[in-house]
Structure formats: structure tokens, C-alpha cells
Nanobody
């Protein structure tokens, strides 16, 4: 099945930056063959997709609320996914989750345990 471990969360002031990391291990398929995504769930809110990196071609997609501020990237050699977050706002406060997914006949997916990001002065 595999495991994803996020890190890099913490407390940051508005306008600041953080970089989240997600290290994968034991996935059923190679890391590079998975679509990798970052989701977040703020206080009292539903979990939402923040950014995604596809497996083929490496294209990326972002939620409108983070476009121009967040950048998703991956290092397939290190089995690691990143999320660079700049110009952070209080509304970015959430638990951030990493997800690996691939569809072969059925959906294979793995979620991380989450890392908390708090944006506050």
C-alpha cells in the first residue's frame, strides 16, 4: 500500500513562506507513475484540493485561491513531493495532506497523516 510522511508545517506570520515536503515509501507502483496532490482542511471546513502534479508530462493544477502564491513540485529520484507556499494568508491556515493516486482498473491511493500550517501574527 505504501506510506506518505509530510513535514515542514508550523507557525508563520502573514506574508511569510513555508515549504512542505512529502516523502513516499513502499508504494505499490513507482512514485513517478503516481499523480501527487496536496489537499488542505481548515477549521470547520471541508477538505479541498490545493495543487496537483500529474504523473505523465508533469503538468500542474492549482486551486484559484493559491494560484501565483503556491508552487507544487516533485523529485522522482527522491520520492518526494513539495509545496512552496509564499505570501501566506490567515485563510491558508489548515492541516495539509499529501495524496498519491493512480488508476489501473481501480483507484489506488495513499494519504499522509497531515501537517499543520498556522498563519497568524
Amino acid at each position: 500500500q505504501g506510506q506518505l510522511v509530510e513535514s515542514g508545517g508550523g507557525l508563520v506570520q502573514p506574508g511569510g513562506s513555508l515549504r512542505l515536503s512529502c516523502v513516499a515509501s513502499g508504494l505499490t507502483f513507482t512514485f513517478s507513475s503516481h499523480a501527487m496532490s496536496w489537499y488542505r482542511q481548515g477549521p470547520g471546513k471541508e477538505r479541498e484540493l490545493v495543487a496537483q502534479s500529474t504523473s505523465v508530462g508533469g503538468s500542474t493544477n492549482y486551486a484559484d485561491s493559491v494560484k501565483g502564491r503556491f508552487t507544487i513540485s516533485r523529485d522522482n529520484a527522491k520520492n518526494t513531493l513539495y509545496l512552496q507556499m509564499n505570501s501566506l494568508k490567515p485563510e491558508d491556515t489548515a492541516v495539509y495532506y499529501c495524496r498519491a493516486s493512480r488508476f489501473i482498473g481501480r483507484l489506488f491511493e495513499v494519504w499522509g497523516q497531515g501537517t499543520l500550517v498556522t498563519v497568524s501574527s
